[in-house]
Nanobody, 121 residues
Framework: QVQLVESGGGLVQPGGSLRLSCAVS????????MGWYRQAPGKQREAVAA???????NYADSVKGRFTISRDNAKNTVTLQMNSLKPEDTAVYYC???????????????WGRGTQVTVSS
């Protein structure tokens, strides 16, 4: 089994910052891409940021210049630093990882349970 556990969500005022972390554990051979998604009430889940194993990153236009994704391959963690937060960033944020469980298996996508981020004054 593979488990993803997010932490770091909470309530913050507009313009503030939060740092989300996600730890991946379990039966892991290698983690390929990792990323963060979010889902606001009444909306579809959307991709926020992604990072390859080699460190290449990609961001949604709405968060470019404000959010930074990073990872630690040795610790199997991924982090999302969120600055200049806006009320429209309010959502449940989910961690995602593309995990190979052995050298002979294909990778599969795994999800965390999510962490709430609320941006409000």
């Amino acid at each position: 089994q593979v488990q993803l556990v997010e932490s770091g969500g909470g309530l913050v005022q507009p313009g503030g910052s939060l740092r989300l972390s996600c730890a991946v554990s379990g039966n892991i051979f290698r983690i390929n891409a990792m990323g963060w998604y979010r889902q606001a009430p009444g909306k579809q889940r959307e991709a926020v940021a992604a990072i390859t194993r080699g460190g290449s990153t990609n961001y949604a236009d709405s968060v470019k210049g404000r959010f930074t994704i990073s990872r630690d391959n040795a610790k199997n963690t991924v982090t999302l630093q969120m600055n200049s937060l806006k009320p429209e960033d309010t959502a449940v944020y989910y961690c995602n990882a593309d995990v190979m469980r052995s050298s002979l298996s294909r990778s599969s996508a795994y999800w965390g349970r999510g962490t709430q981020v609320t941006v409000s004054s």
